[in-house]
């Protein structure tokens, strides 16, 4: 896996880390690991790939699955400070209220390794680092890829009014990834020299799932049946939900209305070459080599960047197909 970008380099806290130990030997280490849980095909993908990465690098992982609550993650922390593993690793679900839990893993001198989403502390020594992807420029490329697909196929709206409407499905509320993939949006919308040609005519979470994706998208079409130009889907998963729903409507996805979202997981994959969905921006999920990679960097007592993006790309319907067999989730 290549590395995009180091964004702060930093000593660690190798009081906390290094524990006058010498090079950490990879089946000496416990690693206590809390997931969020099982809401998309991305999830299932980056556990798939934690437990395989600790297993090839021989590494005693405990893992606990959240169920999307974050009580859950801080009862798992609290075990593995408990059961005094080497260090925790978690996602946090949302970006808030891990101060408590975080001072009590410093107080037990267990070093934290965040991955996926990010977290706000009042002290940024509350963890190591942070490996992961980076959800504003996602929600950047969204906004790029629409804005230039809608100029190079003159889309023009539906109801002959003068502005593409826009209608979100947004993700976890309080989610570093919801937050951050609607501001680079959000943001790039509004940098552009065409701004004035859309319009944000709904937005709402929907969690994440393709279940919540279906049902949120039902109730947009109920009251904007003839409005809506265009699906942004802070997931496959729901833009795959919302797929349903367009049809059940009588209206035909990837056409009446344009669908982009993010992640790049296989279904959104079958969903273009079907042509049933536009285009998907990369969320890459295969972080467990570089998380246990930086976990023994951590454990030595090495100095490990603050925050490191995995790489990502954005692909369209044009090439779904000559791109599916070459993709790993
Ligand atoms: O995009 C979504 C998942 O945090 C980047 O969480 C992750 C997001 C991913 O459930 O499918």
Known sequence: ???????????????????????????????GFSQIGAESEWRIANTNDVKAAAAKNNIN????????????????????????????????????GWDNILREAKRAKIPVLIMDRDLTVSDPSLYIAKIGTDSYTEGRKVFDWLDDYIHKNNVKPRNGGDKINIVI???????????????GFNDALKESPNKDMYKILASQTGDFTYQKGQEVMESFLMSNRNDIDVLFAMNDDMALGAI????AAGLVPAKDIIIVSVDGV?????????????????????????????????????AVPKSVFV???VFSAETAKEVFPTRKY
């Open 169 to 183: 499905l947004e993700g976890t509320v309080g989610a570093s990834v919801t937050t951050g993939r609607g501001n």
């Open 266 to 302: 296989k279904g959104i994959f079958q969903a273009m070459m079907e042509g049933k969905a536009n285009a998907t921006v990369e969320c890459n999920p295969l972080q467990g080599e570089l998380f246990f990679e930086t976990a023994k960097k951590i454990l030595n007592g090495e």
């Open 1 to 31: 896996m290549k590395l995009v970008k180091a964004v702060l380099a930093v000593s660690i806290g190798a009081a906390i880390a290094a524990q006058s130990m010498s090079a950490v030997q990879a089946k000496d280490l416990t690693i």
């Open 244 to 247: 349903q729903a367009i049809e």
């Open 61 to 96: 992982l405990k893992f606990s699955d959240a169920q999307q609550k974050q009580e859950n993650q801080i009862k798992a922390i609290r075990t593995f400070i408990a059961q005094k593993v080497d260090l925790i690793g978690f996602v946090p679900i949302v970006a808030t």
């Open 311 to 313: 790489e990502e790309g």
